[in-house]
T-cell receptor, first 114, second 113 residues
Framework: DAGVIQSPRHEVTEMGQEVTLRCKPI?????LFWYRQTMMRGLELLIY????????DSGMPEDRFSAKMPNASFSTLKIQPSEPRDSAVYFC????????????FGQGTRLTVV | AQKITQTQPGMFVQEKEAVTLDCTYD???????LFWYKQPSSGEMIFLIY??????QNATEGRYSLNFQKARKSANLVISASQLGDSAMYFC??????????FGKGTRLSVIA
């Protein structure tokens, strides 16, 4: 398996623009997580899905953020409009349904909003 | 309250020496998992080792071992025979059932030649 695949790896965009981050989880994994990493806040959970259904989006910072999982092999995280404070590394991770198992992370997308 | 606490923002260790990275956790669940991840300067998150709450033996994976003290709610990572390539950020994390991983703030380890 190729692991969790995220695209793009790097994104530089202007304030106010729409940004879409993409993720392909490991085949057979039923859980998908979106995390954001910043120096100030560390790794924080934004939202997670189970069997393509959003379970908890309480970590999504505001309405400008939205996430979808239209099928088991694809998820998107969208920011519209983007702001400089959204600059961070965004990680997608997936895991199986076995209790207490590790999550496998993608390479991350480094987002810079100027 | 913080679920995962890593009290060492940074650590230094001499090459070939052992080092212990501290982690304490807070949960009222009986079933949970404890994890350590490594994040090198390239940025990826690499899973290192896992300890289940019901495991009686401390987990080991090569040069990594997890010193699990359930009563004290600690899950320290021990790296033996440190190598220059071990220099990275190390994150302790916990998972309660199928809830998402919750991470600590991390410890930056620097291995000195």
């Amino acid at each position: 398996d190729a692991g969790v695949i995220q695209s793009p790896r790097h994104e530089v965009t202007e304030m106010g623009q729409e940004v879409t981050l993409r993720c392909k989880p490991i085949s057979g994994h039923d859980y998908l997580f979106w995390y954001r990493q910043t120096m100030m806040r560390g790794l924080e959970l934004l939202i997670y899905f189970n069997n393509n259904v959003p379970i908890d989006d309480s970590g999504m910072p505001e309405d400008r953020f939205s996430a979808k999982m239209p099928n088991a092999s694809f998820s998107t995280l969208k920011i519209q409009p983007s702001e400089p404070r959204d600059s961070a590394v965004y990680f997608c991770a997936s895991s199986s349904t076995v209790m207490n198992t590790e999550a496998f992370f993608g390479q991350g997308t480094r987002l810079t909003v100027v | 309250a913080q679920k995962i606490t890593q009290t060492q923002p940074g650590m230094f260790v001499q090459e070939k020496e052992a080092v212990t990275l501290d982690c304490t956790y807070d949960t009222s669940d009986q079933s949970y998992g404890l994890f350590w991840y490594k994040q090198p300067s390239s940025g990826e998150m690499i899973f290192l080792i896992y300890q289940g709450s019901y495991d009686e033996q401390n987990a080991t994976e090569g040069r990594y071992s997890l010193n699990f003290q359930k009563a004290r709610k600690s899950a320290n990572l021990v790296i033996s025979a440190s190598q220059l390539g071990d220099s990275a950020m190390y994150f302790c994390a916990m998972r309660e059932g199928n809830t998402p991983l919750v991470f600590g703030k991390g410890t930056r380890l620097s291995v000195i030649a």
